[in-house]
T-cell receptor, first 114, second 114 residues
């Protein structure tokens, strides 16, 4: 099986622009979570989607949004980019929503905001 | 302060030495996960612990969750250069119902000198 695929791998944007990141989960996985990783704050939870519905949300401003499609693929969008949004954005998937299900992570999208 | 505290923040060892990384929470841990990350890349799952007193081993890595489920340790025996990377503990520390929403420690950077 292919792993979690995130595109693009690298992205450079300027302040004020918006960006869309894509995540394709492992085939058959229905839960997709997004995380932001920065040197200062570490790994922080953004949101989780299951069956096209947002089930959990972290403490991020409304500029961060996401969605999930019927094939479980997910996208996250960041509008009005700020310098502080520069980070590694990681997507993770799991088959179902259960505590004993481990998360499988993609390689991430490295976003640089200039 | 971090909800999950990892110690030490960094560790430099000589190949062949044993080492331990700790992960501590002031709250009950509902599911404790250990991941390894190469810089700028995704997370690789190592182990998951759920029950107090649980201990799991894989190759030269052993993880334990204490009886009160508030601390976990990761022990590497006879370290090798391939063990180098960033070790992250992640846990559901809220209610046991936050599927896909993990809180992560700041990570421990492990360097192994040949």
């Amino acid at each position: 099986k292919a792993g979690v695929t995130q595109t693009p791998r690298y992205l450079i944007k300027t302040r004020g622009q918006q960006v869309t990141l894509s995540c394709s989960p492992i085939s058959g996985h229905r839960s997709v979570s997004w995380y932001q990783q920065t040197p200062g704050q570490g790994l922080q939870f953004l949101f989780e989607y299951f069956s096209e519905t947002q089930r959990n949300k972290g403490n991020f401003p409304g500029r961060f949004s996401g969605r999930q499609f019927s094939n479980s693929r997910s996208e996250m969008n960041v509008s009005t980019l700020e310098l502080g949004d520069s980070a590694l954005y990681l997507c993770a998937s799991s088959p179902v929503r259960r505590l004993d299900e481990k998360l499988f992570f993609g390689s991430g999208t490295q976003l640089s905001v200039l | 302060s971090q909800e999950l505290e990892q110690s030490p923040q960094s560790l430099i060892v000589q190949e062949g030495k044993n080492l331990t990384i700790n992960c501590t929470s002031s709250k009950t841990l509902y599911g404790l996960y250990w991941y390894k990350q190469k810089y700028g890349e995704g997370l690789i799952f190592l182990m998951m612990l759920q029950k107090g007193g649980e201990e799991k081993s894989h190759e030269k890595i052993t993880a334990k969750l204490d009886e009160k489920k508030q601390q976990s340790s990761l022990h590497i025996t006879a370290s090798q250069p391939s063990h180098a990377g960033i070790y992250l503990c992640g846990a559901d520390i809220l209610s046991g119902t936050s599927y896909g929403k993990l809180t992560f420690g700041q990570g421990t950077i492990l360097t192994v000198h040949p």
